[in-house]
């Protein structure tokens, strides 16, 4: 009923950016908090940052300073800007969103399936 997919991710060089996007589709009513989380081979998944529908964001203190969370509401799209990327950096990068759907009576977390962010030295 409801899909986040994320894009954007790559190959890039130390230093450079990527900016990733993840769209929210289907039977969607409203859309809450939007937030990106990112995965190392071996680690736990990260949260990375979160903006709310009013658009106030929180950053993790390992991106803030180089990492800038944004969302479209009409489009029902968040993006997460990276720049002096590093090669610890290099993960899968997950989006999720609070989501009330068309049928529901609450809002539920819904996660994206991952892209692939490589950083080289």
């Known amino acids: 009923q409801v899909q986040l997919v994320e894009s954007g991710g790559g190959l890039v060089q130390a230093g450079g950016s990527l900016r990733l996007s993840c769209v929210a589709s289907g039977s969607i009513f409203a859309i809450n908090a939007m937030r990106w989380f990112r995965q190392a081979p071996g680690k736990q998944r990260e949260f990375l940052a979160t903006?709310?529908?009013?658009?106030?964001?929180n950053y993790a203190d390992s991106v803030k300073g180089r990492f800038t969370i944004s969302r479209d509401n009409a489009k029902n799209t968040v993006y997460l800007q990276m720049n002096s990327l590093k090669p610890e950096d290099t993960a899968v990068y997950y989006c999720?969103?609070?989501?009330?759907?068309?049928?529901?009576?609450?809002?539920?977390?819904?996660w994206g399936q991952g892209t692939q962010v490589t950083v080289s030295s």
């Open positions: 999720n969103a609070d989501i009330l759907t068309l049928s529901g009576d609450n809002y539920f977390v819904h």
């Open positions: 903006i709310s529908s009013g658009l106030s964001t």
